[in-house]
């Protein structure tokens, strides 16, 4: 039997005109991690749609244990032992955590009855294995981004799988859970399970992989093994070039506050916090996962309702019940779960970045062609890849989404934007822009709010970091204080507040 368990020859693929993969051969042998690294936009994920029946391919072959296979589509897909671990979630929101990792592969009793108990044991035996505490009953809206991915990996290896497809698997993981993630990867190889791995995490990709592929624009850049390539190499080949500086110099922030959080209780989740932002900040947010740092923001926005405390902007206490009421008093926030809350993927460009100024575009009738004007600026300022502006999202890379979900926060001319893991997904190049992005909101008297999981972006951007611990704030630091060890000292609770 062939070695080669997934294959592709001159697969291309057209939307709308617009050819988004040229030509690509693609070979994976048992046992082998492939890690596929590129920009945003230079066809990764469409790539991986295809291999699972998401699309269809616009011409080319793919063979699957060396027979092709002329009709790809999901369920073939599973038939066959491809599975996927996607970029954004694909759970079902009120389904439990077991339902969600055995809908449509259920297991029965007597061949008809629901067999929920044997489901239960399995479900708890995988998130075991992925020292998981989720709850097999919990259900998947109650869960944060981190237990959802953990679901999502569980769901994905619950039958035995020949071909594991994982895209961005480890964006909302701590690095012991990623460690965790690693180490299932290298049980799966010695199984003989052939690995897709896709990341902007380039460390990671030289780490886990075995060979890494690159693309650029739809087209096959180069493919080394592993331990030929440097990860300065590996993003030089991405964009082409050498690359800029990643973090643009800091600009100082004036002295006025235009944002106040005093004593912000929300139960279970945030215990009183203090803290203010000045006008042209960028206040950074750094703590571990479930220190409550989303819970705060969504707190400010309006998502969550908090029990005590009070807002203020400008100087005056603000009631805040609803995003519509924080897009009111001039309160933009980007989402870290960016499918969940932040994009609408089946509505266009134009109609996402409007989505919550439409008023400022028509009150009775939309003013079609001033909104296309509006977003065919943002698309020109952020580098939007796109076919065209009524293109629906879903056919545009993760990275281009995030460009788009900037935009629609923009569009109401905020005067406070919150950031919630602004490059999670993004990939090298599309990082910078989006930090000399955040820099030009500041230069512009904009204050932001950013909230991250990687050290050096918040180091390497923030005026002053929050740093938060178990729903409380451990110290806020500056100057020569923002640095990742007093930030770890901190967040882990082994440190004290240096900035008292």
């Not at 596929?36 to 793919?62: D, F, Q, W």
């Not at 759970?91 to 029965?108: H, S």
């Not at 989303?294 to 309006?302: F, H």
């Not at 230069?443 to 990687?454: H, K, P, T, V």
Request: net charge neutral; proline share 3%.
């Amino acid at each position: 039997m062939d070695d080669f368990l997934l294959e592709t020859k001159g697969l291309f693929k057209v939307f709308s005109g617009v050819r988004v993969l040229s030509d690509i051969d693609l070979r994976v042998k048992r046992g082998q991690v492939l890690g596929i690294i590129g920009e945003n936009g230079a066809g990764k994920s469409t790539l991986v749609k295809i291999l699972t029946g998401i699309h269809a391919p616009s011409s080319g072959r793919i063979f699957i244990e060396g027979y092709e296979i002329r009709h790809m589509n999901p369920e073939l897909a599973g038939r066959l032992g491809v599975n996927m671990i996607p970029q954004e979630f694909n759970l079902i929101g009120n389904l439990n955590v077991f339902e969600n990792i055995f809908l449509g592969r259920e297991y029965r009793s007597w061949g008809v009855f629901l067999d929920k108990g044997r489901m239960r044991r399995k479900t708890k035996e995988l998130l075991d294995e992925l020292r998981c505490a989720v709850s097999v009953d919990a259900q998947i809206q109650d869960l944060s981004v981190a237990g959802k991915q953990m679901v999502e990996i569980a769901k994905a290896v619950v039958n035995d799988c020949k071909i594991l497809i994982m895209d961005e698997p480890t964006t909302v993981l701590t690095q012991d859970e990623t460690d965790i993630l690693f180490s299932l990867v290298r049980r799966l190889k010695e199984h003989g399970t052939a690995i897709v791995y896709i990341s902007h995490k380039l460390a990671e990709v030289k780490q886990i992989c075995d060979d890494i592929m690159v693309l650029k624009d739809g087209c096959f850049v180069s493919q080394d093994p592993a331990s030929e390539l440097s990860t300065h190499e590996m993003a030089r080949r991405m964009v082409g070039r050498e690359l800029r500086q990643m973090f643009p110099p800091k600009s100082k922030p004036g002295s006025e506050v235009v944002l106040g959080v005093d004593n912000m209780v929300i139960p279970g989740d945030v215990a009183g916090i203090t803290f203010d932002l000045r006008k042209g900040e960028i206040l950074g947010f750094a703590g571990l996962v479930g220190a409550g740092r989303t819970e705060t923001a969504e707190g400010i926005y309006g998502i969550r309702r908090p029990v005590s405390g009070s807002i203020s902007i400008g100087g005056s206490k603000v009631s805040i019940k609803s995003p519509r009421d924080a897009v009111a008093h001039g309160i933009a926030y980007l989402s870290e779960d960016r499918q969940g809350r932040g994009i609408h993927t089946g509505f266009s460009v134009s109609h996402n970045t409007t989505l919550i100024s439409l008023k400022n575009y028509g009150k009775l009738i939309t003013d079609r062609a001033k909104e296309l004007e509006k977003t065919g600026f943002y698309a020109r300022s952020f580098n939007i890849k796109s076919p065209s502006q009524t293109t629906p999202l879903k056919f545009l890379s993760g990275g281009n989404q995030q460009k788009v979900a900037l935009a629609k926060g923009l569009d109401p001319q905020p005067r406070i934007y919150i950031f919630d893991e602004p490059t999670r997904g993004i990939d090298v190049n599309a990082r910078g822009e989006i930090y000399v992005f955040i820099r030009r909101l500041v230069e512009d008297g904009i204050s932001c709010i950013l909230i991250s999981s990687d050290l050096e972006e918040v180091i390497g951007l923030s005026n002053r970091v929050v740093v938060m611990r178990e729903g409380r704030i451990a110290g806020i630091l500056e100057g020569d204080q923002i640095n990742e060890e007093d930030i770890m000292f901190l967040a882990a609770g082994v440190g004290q507040s240096l900035s008292a």
